[in-house]
């Protein structure tokens, strides 16, 4: 009697760590044979969720649990994946209805999950709130495959702000993925996170007066003083005004901030700015150009105050 005490407390344990959810080999671990748990079955105590597994004392589980069941039920190398795991990982903004598993060897269809098959390695493995599920990099490129491109974008965007993203490991992935159909999706989301070499700030406002130039727009005033601010670039009877920005040119977050306010100073004056990156401008100038068209259609011509930089 003492170690069967023993071993319901043990299983109470594991129910308690794995959201009510066991598997018929952990039962096994903690010394139930085959014909106990096809008495506890019988009596109520397990409930029978899928083949070789089981929900301890009732069958009212969380999303967590079923998802935790769907993994245990497709093998023990088997992980949450896809948007299952993005879910968990917090990159997504509402919880699949479809539980999504990774199984290393093929399995037949189920109807608790949707069952995918890959080979993973140790790095491609995690944990993720009590739930093995796909690591990070890994969630990034089997979701690449199933979701749209802002979707996607999205999902990156929350990885780095959450501190979890890891750009070295996600390449690190692509180089080994093959033919997965998430890589082009990836490489493309990951195309503002990779380095290039530094912009200049001569280099970019080059680069944008070649583009209005081209494109015919009036010729801007550069470095244009407006109540003690120096604007990159300004048309003065639109009042409007371009800032050229670089990730790498803020430096601080206190410079980040100041940006900001000056934005909101301006505004309050009547000129209306923008901040064109110098990724936005080397990517996808067109869009560049189609903007200011619409911005400087829109502005009215009150008189300007401010005074060229080159005549201070």
């Not at 190398?77 to 795991?85: F, K, P």
């Not at 990034?140 to 959450?162: G, I, P």
């Not at 990779?194 to 801007?220: D, K, Q, Y």
């Not at 009547?270 to 064109?276: A, C, L």
Request: glycine share 8%; aromatic share 6%; hydrophobic share 40%.
């Amino acid at each position: 009697m003492p170690d069967k005490v023993r071993t319901h407390q043990a299983l109470a344990e594991l129910a308690g760590r794995q959201y009510g959810v066991v598997s018929l080999d952990q039962l096994r671990t903690l010394g139930y044979s085959r014909d106990t748990v096809a008495r506890a079955a019988r009596s109520g105590r397990l409930h029978r969720l899928h083949r070789g597994v089981y929900a301890v004392g009732h069958r009212r589980l969380s999303w967590h649990g079923h998802c935790l069941a769907a993994a245990l039920a497709c093998g023990p190398d088997a992980v949450a994946s896809h948007r299952s795991a993005a879910w968990l990982w917090g990159l997504l903004d509402k919880r699949p209805a479809v539980i999504d598993v990774t199984a290393t060897t093929r399995r037949h269809r189920r109807p608790f999950a949707r069952i995918h098959h890959a080979p993973l390695t140790d790095a491609d493995r995690a944990n993720r709130e009590g739930i093995p599920v796909t690591a990070l990099p890994r969630t990034l490129l089997d979701l690449a495959a199933v979701v749209s491109a802002k979707a996607l974008d999205r999902a990156v965007e929350r990885a780095e702000q959450a501190g979890r993203f890891d750009l070295g490991a996600i390449e690190d992935l692509l180089a080994r993925a093959g033919r997965h159909r998430g890589v082009p999706r990836l490489r493309r989301a990951l195309v503002i996170y990779r380095e290039e070499p530094a912009f200049t700030r001569s280099g970019l406002e080059r680069r944008f007066l070649e583009l209005v130039r081209w494109h015919g727009f009036p010729e801007p005033a550069v470095n244009y003083n407006v109540a003690g601010y120096e604007l990159d670039f300004y048309w003065e009877e639109e009042r409007f005004a371009v800032e050229l920005d670089a990730y790498e040119t803020h430096g601080s977050r206190r410079s980040f901030e100041a940006d900001r306010e000056r934005d909101v100073r301006l505004k309050i004056l009547g000129v209306e700015t923008v901040r064109v990156t110098g990724h936005r401008l080397a990517s996808d100038p067109e869009e560049v150009v189609d903007s200011l068209k619409a911005l400087l259609a829109g502005r009215s011509s009150p008189p300007s105050g401010g005074t060229s930089a080159a005549a201070r």
